[in-house]
Structures are given as C-alpha cells and as structure tokens.
C-alpha cells in the first residue's frame, strides 16, 4: 500500500503527519485529546493564515517531538470573540499569509 501512495501521490498520514481541524465547540484550553494541554501555552513551529475566495483559516504547526507533528487548521473568525487571547497569540506567532490557489498551489501573499 505504501509503494501505491509513492507511486500515485496520494496523500497518506504516515508521510505527511497528523491535522486537526478546531470548531467554534472545540476547547482550546484543552486540547489533551490533541497533545495539548492548552493551545494558547504551545509554542508553535510555525502559524500561518491562509486566505481562500470567501474563507481564510489558521494553520498551526505544533512539533511535539523530532518525529511527531501536529497541524491545526483553525477557521478565522470563529475563535477571537471566544478566547481573547486569541489575538495576542496570533500577534506573537503569526508570520505569513498565504494565498490558497485551487490547482493546489500556495505561494505567499504580497503585503
């Protein structure tokens, strides 16, 4: 099975890590069914927004150990009224945008 992912490019988890995706229900404050005691006590790898026609949402890379990884995408606008830390975190964290194209293609956004 392994060779038929090489061989097609398919995705697989074994090659490219674990994601979560968060909702409004979600506790960020505890996330332990995740790895996380506290979302907002992690310190990320990398954090990331990435902007989609009528929707953008946060990637947050979280590395647990030097082979485990941990990716959450968390849509904008849902969190920041909930948690107002939100913010800060993503003051402190956030480094790019990154524009979405739809034949699966990213690059970074200009400004």
Same mark, same amino acid.
């Given at each position: 099975?392994?060779?038929?992912?090489?061989? #097609?490019? +398919?995705?697989?988890?074994?090659? %490219?890590?674990?994601?979560? *995706?968060?909702?409004?229900?979600? !506790?960020?404050?505890?996330?332990?069914?995740?790895?996380?005691?506290?979302?907002?006590?992690?310190?990320?790898?990398? #954090?990331? +927004?990435?902007?989609?026609?009528? %929707?953008?949402?946060?990637? *947050?890379?979280?590395?647990?150990? !030097?082979?485990?990884?941990?990716?959450?995408?968390?849509?904008?606008?849902?969190?920041?009224?909930?948690?107002?830390?939100?913010?800060?975190?993503?003051?402190?964290?956030?480094?790019?945008?990154?524009?979405?194209?739809?034949?699966? !293609?990213?690059?970074?956004?200009?400004?």
């Amino acid at each position: 099975m392994e060779k038929y992912f090489k061989e #097609v490019g +398919e995705f697989n988890l074994k090659e %490219f890590g674990h994601m979560v *995706v968060l909702e409004k229900s979600d !506790n960020l404050r505890d996330l332990s069914e995740a790895g996380l005691n506290n979302f907002f006590n992690s310190v990320p790898e990398a #954090v990331e +927004e990435i902007v989609m026609p009528g %929707f953008n949402v946060y990637q *947050v890379s979280n590395i647990y150990n !030097n082979d485990y990884m941990m990716i959450f995408y968390l849509p904008k606008g849902e969190f920041e009224t909930i948690y107002p830390e939100m913010q800060d975190y993503l003051k402190q964290w956030q480094h790019q945008k990154i524009q979405f194209k739809p034949n699966g !293609n990213i690059k970074p956004c200009k400004g």
